[in-house]
């Protein structure tokens, strides 16, 4: 990672524009998708120092867990359920400053306090999706979900 996002300088707007060309430099050459989701959420993570960053894959009718950085999380998530189910049910990005105010939020976590979650589609239909933690509330802002947005679809090509 560059410097300077490891220093934590410069506006998120300005790191996601560094680190968005850095992951599909790391993930060139790279085929297998485990691998490049699990270094993916690390650098998310060692980026912006977020609580918890990773991914939950469609599997059959599940959302399962897949390559994360941080604590233990859920193993499985049906779909319709808190805010990465939602996400996968209804095919967009979820932004949640306060996950106490999220109807059905599933705590895997009391630290975490904010939420962002974003699908990956492939050909119309989810089949993973990122979810983003974060041990204060309110971290997230559009600006994240725009950029988050943008690597989805960069990541779409993984499946």
């Not at 993570?45 to 897949?66: E, H, I, N, P």
Request: charged residues 25%.
């Amino acid at each position: 990672m560059a410097e300077t996002l490891l220093l934590g300088k410069g506006s998120r707007a300005e790191k996601y524009k560094v680190l968005l060309p850095q992951i599909e430099s790391l993930m060139e050459g790279e085929t297998d998708c485990v691998a490049n989701l699990a270094n993916v959420a690390a650098a998310i993570r060692q980026t912006f120092d977020f609580f918890w960053v990773g991914f939950y894959l469609v599997k059959a009718d599940m959302l399962v867990l897949g390559p994360f950085q941080g604590d233990i999380a859920c193993t499985r998530i049906q779909k319709g359920q808190g805010v990465c189910g939602t996400a996968w049910e209804k095919k967009r990005s979820i932004l949640v400053p306060d996950v106490e105010e999220f109807e059905g939020h599933i705590a895997c976590s009391s630290l975490s306090q904010s939420e962002l979650v974003v699908p990956i589609l492939k050909k119309g239909k989810v089949v993973a999706v990122l979810d983003i933690d974060s041990a204060s509330k309110d971290d997230f802002t559009k600006t994240d979900q725009q950029y988050l947005e943008k690597l989805a679809l960069i990541l779409e090509d993984l499946f």
